[in-house]
Structures are given as structure tokens and as C-alpha cells.
């Protein structure tokens, strides 16, 4: 906070204007600790970048620069007014206007309408103050319009709601519900970035529910894997776990996201995860042979009491590069050249190192090496 009210006072000192605003007033109002910092301004990107010593051209086509204080980056975008919307998805036009007021017109919800002074006094034209207190997610202006211009503030009503637990507000609500089939028009990678948010979310069960009601879930690729019981899903924070409970739940793999374009991490994680949660018994070589991210989702699915990280740290060794032993010890032993069977041999001494069955040292591989493997190789 204090970085960004540096960046307003600024701003201010060489004659433009300057406010936080979005999703940090939204934030600070509730006493939370807000994510990242959006400052709007009269000035315009060049004049930005003139004033900052450090600054990254993360967005300037929509007039944002980001600016670096120390270890903290303030996005900082220039008074805008959204207009000409011909599909249902983006402005094709950003017009630079000097009005804070028109800025905060073309924001989603009164909450996240709100801009602050640097000496904290609020701007509040839509009654954001009171939504808030009141828990209320409200379109600002008509709603039918602006989910008629952007079909995914649909979808970001539905995220904030399990993200603050809050409630929709009714108008805004009906809205959707009449207007839930725009939501097609919305490039899948925007949509993703939402559900992954709800996914991740405190209250992804009150997110989900809206999700249902307002037919929007009807709407989505794969919609119907949010029909399921979702009473004992706990969010950890992690999106793929809420993705996981869906596929385990309604008993589908991994394909049945291949709308969403996941990334090959993702589907590997979605795949190696529904894998270890089938597993009957969980033992030293399970936990050796998937990743920490894999085990975590597969023990969340499960409900699981184990903590894998624990588990994991107490392996005699974590990968192949920990053993005492390598490829070359082994030719030297033998006297034989590389072949399949030093794979198989390294294999046979990973897995009973990891088992605890072999000490990983180099003498008692050596030992354990001539007895029972090179007798008949
Ligand atoms: P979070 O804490 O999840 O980051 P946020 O409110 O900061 O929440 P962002 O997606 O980072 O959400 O957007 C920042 C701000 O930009 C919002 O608070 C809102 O004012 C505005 N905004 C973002 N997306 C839209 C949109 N599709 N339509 C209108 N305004 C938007
Ligand atoms: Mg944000």
C-alpha cells in the first residue's frame, strides 16, 4: 500500500492525477490485504514511463505501465473509457479520456468501482461502500448492457461471490440468468482464468451454486461436470484440486477438459494425481515418484490425513542425482560396457534405496551390487 500511495504522490507532484483503484481500494475497505495495486491517472504512458526510473511495458496498447518500487511493481493505467463494442468480448477501441469518473464507469462492480486519494479518502460514485457492507455484487449502471458488452463479467460475478463471500445482487443476477449463452462468445483462456479462480477460491461451493443457478455452467465446455455433490470439496488453494474433484466425482479423466486447453503441466498433474489417488496403498516409492503438486491434489481428492511434503522429506533420497552410486560405479564393478542392463540395475538400486531395503551409500551398494546383481550378468 504504501508503494503505490508513493507511486499517487508522484504522479500528483509533477500536475496529474493519480488514485488507487479496483480490486485494492476493494480490498483495503474489507481489511484485507490486497494482491496488487491499480493506479489511475491523467497521465498519459509516456509520461509515466518519464516520471519512473523503473518501468515495463506490460499493457501500453490499454495505456498500462507497470512501475517498480523496490520489490513491489503498481500497474498504472491512464484514465480510459471503453466504447464501440461490436461482439460481446472486448473494446475495440480505448479511448484516453482525463475524466476519473468515466474511468470508473467502464469497471464491472460498484465494489470494484471505488478509487482512493493518497490520503485514503474514498471515491465512491455507485454506492460501493455500501455493496460491500452489505455483500453484494452489483453491476455498475444497467447490467444487461455491461454483461452485454463483456460476457465474462458474468463469470466474474460468479468468482468474486466464493471469492469474498458475497452474495449477487438480484438485478445483476436476473441479468445473467437471461444472459448466460453470451457467455460462448467468450475466448476459452479468459473463461479458464475465471474458473480456475473459482476453483481456488475459500467459498468455491458458493460460486459453483451461482455457477448452476444462472445456467451459465449450461453455457460452459464440459458444463456438466459442475453437476456433482459438492459438500465435502475443500479448496487448497490450488485450481486444480476443485478440477480434480469435478473429473473423480463424476468419474472422467483428464479429456474431458481438453476444451479448456490446460497446459502440458496441468495435464500431467490432472493425470499423474487421478493415478496416485487410486493407488491402494501409498508407500516410501509412492511418494518418491510423483511430484509434491501431484501428491498434495491426489491426498486432497481422497481427504487423505497424510502430508505428503512430510512424507517426502523423510525419502533416504528425492531423485536419481542423491544416489551414491551412478552408471559409471557400476561398468567399473562389472567390467561391462553400458547396455539394458544398467538401466535395470540402477533402477533395481533406486527403488531399493528409496524402500529403504539398500543404504544409499557407496560401499553397501558396492557389496550389495556383486552379491545378488553381478553374479550373473
Ligand atoms: P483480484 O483481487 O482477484 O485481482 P480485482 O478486482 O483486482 O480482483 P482484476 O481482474 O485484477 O480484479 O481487475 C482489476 C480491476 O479492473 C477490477 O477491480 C475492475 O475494476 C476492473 N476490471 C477487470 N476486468 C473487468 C471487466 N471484464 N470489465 C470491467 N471491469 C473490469
Ligand atoms: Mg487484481
Same mark, same amino acid.
Not at 283 to 306: I, V
Given at each position: 500500500?504504501?508503494?503505490?500511495?508513493?507511486?499517487?504522490?508522484?504522479?500528483?507532484?509533477?500536475?496529474?492525477?493519480?488514485? =488507487?483503484?479496483?480490486?485494492?481500494?476493494?480490498?483495503?475497505?474489507? $481489511?484485507?490485504?490486497?494482491?496488487?495495486?491499480?493506479?489511475?491517472?491523467?497521465?498519459?504512458?509516456?509520461?509515466?514511463?518519464?516520471?519512473?526510473?523503473?518501468?515495463?511495458? /506490460?499493457?501500453?496498447?490499454?495505456?498500462?505501465?507497470?512501475?517498480?518500487? $523496490?520489490? /513491489?511493481?503498481?500497474?498504472?493505467?491512464?484514465?480510459?473509457?471503453?466504447?464501440?463494442?461490436?461482439?460481446?468480448?472486448?473494446?475495440?477501441?480505448?479511448?484516453?479520456?482525463?475524466?476519473?469518473?468515466?474511468?470508473?464507469?467502464?469497471?464491472?462492480?460498484?465494489?470494484?468501482?471505488?478509487?482512493?486519494?493518497?490520503?485514503?479518502?474514498?471515491?465512491?460514485?455507485?454506492?460501493?461502500?455500501?455493496?460491500?457492507?452489505?455483500?453484494?455484487?452489483?453491476?455498475?449502471?444497467?447490467?444487461?448492457?455491461?454483461?452485454?458488452?463483456?460476457?465474462?463479467?458474468?463469470?466474474?460475478?460468479?468468482?468474486?461471490? $466464493?471469492?469474498?463471500?458475497?452474495?449477487?445482487?438480484?438485478?445483476?443476477?436476473?441479468?445473467?440468468?437471461?444472459?448466460?449463452?453470451?457467455?460462448?462468445?467468450?475466448?476459452?483462456?479468459?473463461?479458464?482464468?475465471?474458473?480456475?479462480?473459482?476453483?481456488?477460491?475459500?467459498?468455491?461451493?458458493?460460486?459453483?451454486?451461482?455457477?448452476?443457478?444462472?445456467?451459465?455452467?449450461?453455457?460452459?465446455?464440459?458444463?456438466?461436470?459442475?453437476?456433482?455433490?459438492?459438500?465435502?470439496?475443500?479448496?487448497?488453494?490450488?485450481?486444480?484440486?476443485?478440477?480434480?474433484?469435478?473429473?473423480?466425482?463424476?468419474?472422467?479423466?483428464?479429456?474431458? =477438459?481438453?476444451?479448456?486447453?490446460?497446459?502440458?503441466?496441468?495435464?500431467?498433474?490432472?493425470?499423474?494425481?487421478?493415478?496416485?489417488?487410486?493407488?491402494?496403498?501409498?508407500?516410501?516409492?509412492?511418494?518418491?515418484?510423483?511430484? =509434491?503438486?501431484?501428491?498434495?491434489?491426489?491426498? $486432497?481428492?481422497?481427504?487423505?490425513?497424510?502430508?505428503?511434503?512430510?512424507?517426502?522429506?523423510?525419502?533416504?533420497?528425492?531423485?536419481?542425482?542423491?544416489?551414491?552410486?551412478?552408471?559409471?560405479?557400476?561398468?567399473?564393478?562389472?567390467?561391462?560396457?553400458?547396455?539394458?542392463?544398467?538401466?535395470?540395475?540402477?533402477?533395481?538400486?533406486?527403488?531399493?534405496?528409496?524402500?529403504?531395503? =539398500?543404504?544409499?551409500?557407496?560401499?553397501?551398494?558396492?557389496?550389495?551390487?556383486?552379491?545378488?546383481?553381478?553374479?550373473?550378468?
Amino acid at each position: 500500500m504504501k508503494t503505490a500511495i508513493e507511486v499517487i504522490k508522484k504522479l500528483k507532484s509533477s500536475g496529474y492525477e493519480a488514485y =488507487l483503484v479496483g480490486g485494492a481500494v476493494r480490498d483495503f475497505l474489507l $481489511g484485507k490485504d490486497p494482491k496488487d495495486f491499480d493506479v489511475a491517472t491523467s497521465a498519459e504512458p509516456v509520461q509515466v514511463k518519464e516520471i519512473f526510473d523503473r518501468t515495463v511495458d /506490460t499493457g501500453i496498447q490499454h495505456g498500462t505501465v507497470l512501475v517498480l518500487i $523496490g520489490g /513491489t511493481g503498481v500497474e498504472v493505467t491512464t484514465f480510459r473509457t471503453e466504447s464501440d463494442y461490436t461482439d460481446n468480448r472486448r473494446p475495440d477501441r480505448v479511448e484516453f479520456v482525463n475524466s476519473l469518473a468515466e474511468d470508473l464507469k467502464r469497471r464491472d462492480f460498484t465494489i470494484n468501482a471505488m478509487a482512493m486519494t493518497e490520503e485514503l479518502e474514498l471515491v465512491d460514485i455507485f454506492g460501493g461502500r455500501q455493496d460491500l457492507e452489505e455483500k453484494l455484487i452489483r453491476a455498475v449502471g444497467e447490467p444487461e448492457e455491461r454483461f452485454q458488452e463483456d460476457a465474462l463479467r458474468m463469470l466474474r460475478a460468479v468468482r468474486f461471490s $466464493g471469492q469474498l463471500d458475497f452474495s449477487i445482487d438480484e438485478q445483476t443476477l436476473a441479468a445473467i440468468k437471461r444472459n448466460a449463452s453470451l457467455i460462448r462468445s467468450v475466448a476459452v483462456e479468459r473463461i479458464k482464468i475465471e474458473l480456475d479462480k473459482i476453483m481456488a477460491n475459500q467459498h468455491a461451493a458458493r460460486s459453483i451454486d451461482y455457477l448452476l443457478y444462472s445456467g451459465l455452467a449450461d453455457q460452459l465446455p464440459s458444463g456438466d461436470l459442475f453437476r456433482i455433490d459438492w459438500q465435502d470439496f475443500k479448496p487448497s488453494g490450488d485450481p486444480l484440486s476443485g478440477w480434480l474433484y469435478a473429473l473423480w466425482h463424476s468419474k472422467k479423466d483428464a479429456s474431458a =477438459l481438453a476444451s479448456y486447453k490446460l497446459s502440458n503441466e496441468e495435464k500431467t498433474a490432472v493425470a499423474k494425481a487421478l493415478e496416485a489417488a487410486g493407488l491402494e496403498h501409498w508407500n516410501q516409492w509412492t511418494y518418491y515418484s510423483y511430484t =509434491l503438486r501431484q501428491l498434495e491434489l491426489a491426498a $486432497g481428492l481422497m481427504q487423505k490425513q497424510q502430508n505428503p511434503a512430510v512424507q517426502k522429506s523423510r525419502l533416504p533420497v528425492q531423485s536419481k542425482s542423491d544416489l551414491a552410486v551412478n552408471g559409471r560405479d557400476l561398468m567399473e564393478w562389472s567390467g561391462q560396457k553400458a547396455g539394458p542392463w544398467l538401466k535395470d540395475a540402477l533402477g533395481d538400486i533406486e527403488r531399493r534405496v528409496v524402500c529403504g531395503e =539398500l543404504e544409499n551409500e557407496k560401499d553397501k551398494i558396492k557389496e550389495w551390487f556383486f552379491d545378488e546383481y553381478n553374479r550373473d550378468k
